[in-house]
């Protein structure tokens, strides 16, 4: 089975400290979707990219928070410095435009800032 | 999603059928999703409705009612297993948008 891989898959890290999430989305998908996930937030849409290209990132946090995707294998949320409410799951989806099929989840980087 | 409204809570019994509905209001729509979250777990795709009406897919069927803004998804035979969060979500200017989840109880 096609699966979305990403890593790490826990992190905990301290206040003030960079910290990168990659995610490998399937061969082929060309949308690529960043969501944070918080138990009073639920998904969040931080990002989301078509052909690698950032088409909105307007629910992101834009003075710590980037997103890019280097190349069509790779794509990384970035927050720099973090901050102990940025504590949630980050999980990166891909698919095609049209949504037909689905966009698959990868496992999700569970993120603890102290 | 702030303009995607499902219920937060059901509970149902073993065997019996459930219907979840989510309402949802948006400019360019493009289709509506379903997919079921384990505690802990990735959500996974369930269904994907573009056009009005039933589509079944085993246990599950999702409609779908763009007059309406409108979409359900039908669980029968309810296992212990199909207890989990779902989440309805559209698919608007080809931005994937999430409601709150249902989070389903399935009792003995």
């Known amino acids: 089975d096609a699966r979305v891989t990403q890593t790490p898959r826990h992190k905990v890290t301290e206040m003030g400290q960079e910290v990168t999430m990659r995610c490998q989305p399937i061969l082929g998908h060309n949308t690529v979707f960043w969501y944070r996930q918080t138990m009073m937030q639920g998904l969040e849409l931080l990002a989301y990219?078509?052909?690698?290209?950032?088409?909105?990132d307007s629910g992101m946090p834009k003075d710590r928070f980037s997103a890019e995707m280097p190349d069509a294998t790779l794509a990384t949320l970035k927050i720099q410095p973090s901050e102990p409410r940025d504590s949630a799951v980050y999980f990166c989806?891909?698919?095609?435009?049209?949504?037909?099929?689905?966009?698959?989840f990868g496992s999700g980087t569970r993120l603890t800032v102290v | 999603g702030q303009n995607i409204d499902q219920p937060t809570e059901m509970t149902a019994t073993e065997g019996a059928i459930v219907q979840i509905n989510c309402t949802y209001q948006t400019s360019g729509f493009n289709g509506l999703f379903w997919y079921q979250q384990h505690a802990g777990e990735a959500p996974t795709f369930l269904s994907y409705?573009?056009?009005?009406g039933l589509e079944e897919k085993g246990r599950f069927s999702s409609f779908l009612s763009r007059s309406k803004g409108y979409s359900y998804l039908l669980l029968k035979e309810l296992q212990m297993k199909d207890s989990a969060s779902y989440l309805c979500?559209?698919?608007?200017?080809?931005?994937?948008?999430f409601g709150g989840g249902t989070r389903l109880m399935v009792k003995p």
């Open positions: 989806a891909s698919g095609q435009p049209t949504g037909v099929g689905g966009y698959t």
């Open positions: 990219f078509r052909n690698r290209a950032p088409l909105d």
């Open positions: 409705n573009v056009l009005d």
């Open positions: 979500a559209h698919n608007a200017g080809n931005m994937l948008t």
